[in-house]
C-alpha cells in the first residue's frame, strides 16, 4: 500500500540536542513538505520541497534544516537553535507537483518532547 | 498576508444535531479552498476542494459550501464519529505550491 512514513512516533530530547524525523514515501510524489502543529494551533509550514535536490524555507524555517537527496525521502533535523522545538510534526506529499491542487497526503506525525 | 481564520474552536454537539463550521479568509487570487479532518494523535485527511465561489461539495453528512470571503462546512445529523479536528486551508495566487491553514475547529458529538 502507497502511503508515507513518519518515524519515530514519539521522541524525546534534552536541551541542546539536535534529533532528526524520517519521512518516506512511496507515492512517486514530488513534492514534500514539513509542518509543524502545537496545541489547539492549525499547521505552520516549516520547509518543502517541490524537486530532488531542491527546497525552500517555509513560515518558521530557523532552527530546523532539512535534505532531499531521494524522491521518497525528506527528513527534518530539529537543531539546538530550535528554541521551542516540543511539537507534533507532519510530513506530507502531493502529486503532479505544479499543479494547482490542495490534496496533501499526510503521515502520522512525530511528536517530539523536550526534556 | 494572508489570514484563515476558523469558528468556533470548539464544537460539542449531540448526536443528530446539524450545525456549521465556518472558515473566513483573507487572500488575495484565491486559486483553492480545502477542508481536512484530522483524528487525535493522526495526519490530516483530506475530504474537499473548492474553487469557484458558489461550488459545493458532499461526502456523507458533510457539505461544503464557498463564497467570497468564506466557506461552511455543514455537518447534517452528526454521528460520535463525525468527532474529530477540522481544518481548512487556503492556495493563494502568489504562493505556488504553500497551504496556509486555519486554527481549527474540535467537533465533539455526544450520543
Known amino acids: 500500500d502507497g502511503g508515507i512514513t513518519q518515524s519515530p512516533k514519539y521522541l524525546f530530547r534534552k536541551e541542546g540536542q539536535n534529533v532528526t524525523l524520517s519521512c518516506e514515501q512511496n507515492?512517486?510524489?514530488?513534492?514534500m513538505y514539513w509542518y509543524r502543529q502545537d496545541p489547539g494551533q492549525g499547521l505552520r509550514l516549516i520547509y518543502y520541497s517541490q524537486i530532488v535536490n531542491d527546497f525552500q524555507k517555509g513560515d518558521i524555517a530557523e532552527g530546523y534544516s532539512v535534505s532531499r537527496e531521494k524522491k521518497e525521502s525528506f527528513p527534518l533535523t530539529v537543531t539546538s537553535a530550535q528554541k521551542n522545538p516540543t511539537a507534533f510534526y507532519l510530513c506530507?506529499?502531493?502529486?503532479?507537483?505544479?499543479?494547482?491542487?490542495?490534496?496533501?497526503?499526510f503521515g502520522e506525525g512525530s511528536r517530539l518532547t523536550v526534556l | 498576508e494572508d489570514q484563515v481564520t476558523q469558528s468556533p474552536e470548539a464544537l460539542r454537539l449531540q448526536e443528530g444535531e446539524s450545525s456549521s463550521l465556518n472558515c473566513s479568509y483573507t487572500v488575495s487570487g484565491l486559486r483553492g479552498l480545502f477542508w481536512y479532518r484530522q483524528d487525535p494523535g493522526k495526519g490530516p485527511e483530506f475530504l474537499f476542494t473548492l474553487y469557484s465561489a458558489g461550488e459545493e461539495k458532499e461526502k456523507e453528512r458533510l457539505k461544503a459550501t464557498l463564497t467570497k470571503k468564506e466557506s461552511f462546512l455543514h455537518i447534517t445529523a452528526p454521528k460520535p464519529e463525525d468527532s474529530a479536528t477540522y481544518l481548512c486551508a487556503v492556495l493563494e495566487g502568489a504562493a505556488g505550491n504553500k497551504l496556509t491553514f486555519g486554527g481549527g475547529t474540535r467537533v465533539l458529538v455526544k450520543p
Open positions: 507515492l512517486n510524489h514530488d513534492a
Open positions: 506530507a506529499s502531493k502529486g503532479l507537483a505544479g499543479v494547482i491542487t490542495g490534496e496533501l497526503f
